[in-house]
Nanobody, 116 residues
């Protein structure tokens, strides 16, 4: 049994901040990376940020400079979101990429709503 649980979502005013976390449990082997994705109503799921096993990170252009992904410990990855904008409103998902080079494990998501 492998489980990813996101938390930290909620309602925030534009310009505010939220910190999301992704906690993994169970046996996941050969983790290459952990990513954050988001999906807004009526839109496709989109990539947000990724942190690789070695610690390198990448961000979507839309969030670069505002969001920071980090690995807090062996089983937790966080996404610090600053200067939030209404366009950031979405369900945020964490996902684990294994040696298959696929994101094989996904959480259930946490809702982030940014109001004007």
């Amino acid at each position: 049994q492998v489980q990813l649980v996101e938390s930290g979502g909620g309602l925030v005013q534009a310009g505010g901040s939220r910190r999301l976390s992704c906690v993994a449990s169970g046996s996941i082997f050969s983790i290459n990376a952990v990513g954050w994705y988001r999906q807004a109503p009526g839109k496709q799921r989109e990539y947000v940020a990724i942190i690789r096993k070695g610690g390198s990170t990448n961000y979507a252009d839309s969030v670069k400079g505002r969001f920071t992904i980090s690995r807090d410990n062996a089983s937790k990855v966080s996404l610090q979101m600053n200067s939030l904008q209404p366009e950031d409103t979405a369900v945020y998902y964490c996902a684990v990429q294994t040696s298959t080079n696929r994101f094989d494990y996904w959480g259930q998501g946490t809702q982030v709503t940014v109001s004007t």
